[in-house]
């Protein structure tokens, strides 16, 4: 198989700030919501890779990539610039295991994200079976500013089409905003906050967590549902927490 296909950039938005959603249209291999693929563009002579989640779900295009622009990042610094019509290289099979097929059965699926690491979950809430599996799903997307809480027509559209089992809870740390809990996800998950404002609770019965984006935020959380009596989910043990650290 080859190791990139050529895409074509179709938008590339900017949200404020460093915030990008760079769509593609490409031909790639079917995928399973919740995976990521690599992007590529030559630079100095060289191909440089890295992965990025797919944020559409796998029914819909263009594909839609979410990412921040790193200072000093080596390629998020070019994805940046990317304008329509523009050539981007691209894998041609996705890959990952932040999927629901990973997920085993429970009554409440918890998708808890920093940053950009909404992206996966915007796939995965917008795919068939998460409905069909989960009595309730709750998105917790996680940021410093409130103008940071992107994709909320997609977000809005899901809890139209959902509302009875949806739940969307943002954190906004580094401002007050009214709609959404302040702080820090795992300080809110240990004084009860976040699951009094979801009206259900955490525990090991009832509850899988799928965790994404900063990894000091993917194991602060961790520690406080171990606490909880909830685990890393495993093939071979299963548990309720599944994580995907994106640096
Ligand atoms: C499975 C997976 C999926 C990913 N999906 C996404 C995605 O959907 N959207 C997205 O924006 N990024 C995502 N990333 C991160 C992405 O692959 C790149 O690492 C990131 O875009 C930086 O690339 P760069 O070449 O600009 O920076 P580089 O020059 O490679 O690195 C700069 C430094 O920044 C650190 N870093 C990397 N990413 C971040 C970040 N987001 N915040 C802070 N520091 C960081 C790295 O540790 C590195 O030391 C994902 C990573 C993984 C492993
Ligand atoms: N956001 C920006 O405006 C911006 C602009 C340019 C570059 N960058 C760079 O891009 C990278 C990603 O930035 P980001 O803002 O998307 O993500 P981030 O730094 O991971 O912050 C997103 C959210 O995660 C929270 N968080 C951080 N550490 C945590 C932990 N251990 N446990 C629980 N929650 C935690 C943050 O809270 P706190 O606020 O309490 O940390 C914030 O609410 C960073 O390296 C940043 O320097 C960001």
Request: aromatic content about 8%; overall charge neutral.
């Amino acid at each position: 198989m080859a190791l990139w296909v050529t895409g074509k950039v179709v938008e590339n938005k900017h949200w404020s700030g460093a915030l990008h959603s760079l769509r593609v249209d490409a031909v790639i291999e079917p995928y399973e919501a919740g995976q990521f693929i690599k992007l590529g563009l030559e630079i100095d002579g060289e191909i440089i890779g890295r992965p990025y989640s797919i944020v559409n779900p796998p029914h819909q295009r263009p594909l839609d990539f979410y990412f921040i622009t790193v200072p000093q990042g080596l390629l998020t610094q070019r994805l940046q610039k990317l304008q329509p019509g523009d050539d981007i290289m691209i894998a041609p099979r996705a890959a990952g295991f932040l999927v629901l097929s990973e997920v085993p059965k429970a009554r409440h699926l918890w998708l808890i994200s920093t940053g950009t690491g909404i992206g996966p979950f915007l796939s995965i809430l917008r795919s068939y079976n998460a409905w069909q599996r989960f009595e309730r799903v709750t998105l917790v997307h996680a940021v410093r500013t409130a103008a940071e809480l992107t994709y909320l027509e997609e977000i809005n559209l899901v809890a139209a089409q959902h509302a009875q089992q949806f739940n969307y809870i943002p954190f906004v740390s580094r401002e007050q905003y009214e709609f959404a809990l302040s702080g820090r996800v795992p300080q809110a998950i240990a004084d009860g906050r976040l699951e009094q404002r979801a009206g259900i609770a955490i525990n090991a019965a009832d509850s899988q967590i799928m965790l994404c984006g900063n990894p000091q935020m993917v194991e602060d959380v961790m520690k406080v549902l171990v606490e909880r009596g909830l685990k890393k989910h495993k093939r071979r043990d299963p548990g309720q927490i599944s994580v995907e650290n994106y640096w």
